[in-house]
Nanobody
C-alpha cells in the first residue's frame, strides 16, 4: 500500500507560479510511473504530466513549456512546477501512481490503471 500526500496548492494570479509536491509513504520510482492529473467540476479527469523510473516524461499539450514534472527519489517525492498559470488551469490536482515496472520511455497520462491516488489540492487561478 502506498499513501500519497499532496501539498503546495493554493490561490495564485494568472501568470504566477506554484509548485505542488506529492510525498509517497514509500519508494515508488522503481515500480511505478508517477503522474499528475486534474479535474474541473463537471468535466472528466485530465492527465497533466507523467514521469517514469527512467525519467522520461509526458505532458498534455496545454501545459507543455509551462509545467515541469520531476521527482526526488531520495525523498520519495513527486513535484509539479507550474509556471505562467492561466485561469483555465484552475482545478483540483491529484498525484497518482501507476504500476509500470521496467523501462518506460513514454509514460501514459491517461487516468487508467492507476493504483494509488492522492487527495487533491485545489489550485484556483484568478485572472
Amino acid at each position: 500500500q502506498v499513501q500519497l500526500v499532496e501539498s503546495g496548492g493554493g490561490s495564485v494570479q494568472s501568470g504566477g507560479s506554484l509548485r505542488l509536491s506529492c510525498a509517497a509513504s514509500r519508494d515508488t520510482y522503481r515500480m511505478y510511473c508517477m503522474g499528475w492529473f486534474r479535474r474541473v467540476p463537471g468535466k472528466e479527469r485530465e492527465g497533466v504530466a507523467s514521469i517514469s523510473s527512467v525519467v522520461r516524461t509526458t505532458y498534455v499539450d496545454s501545459v507543455k513549456g509551462r509545467f515541469t514534472i520531476s521527482q526526488d527519489n531520495a525523498k520519495n517525492t513527486l513535484y509539479l512546477q507550474m509556471n505562467s498559470l492561466k485561469p483555465e488551469d484552475t482545478a483540483m490536482y491529484y498525484c497518482a501512481a501507476r504500476f509500470c515496472p521496467g523501462v518506460v520511455v513514454k509514460p501514459s497520462i491517461l487516468p487508467a490503471h492507476i493504483r494509488y491516488w492522492g487527495q487533491g489540492p485545489q489550485v484556483p487561478v484568478s485572472s
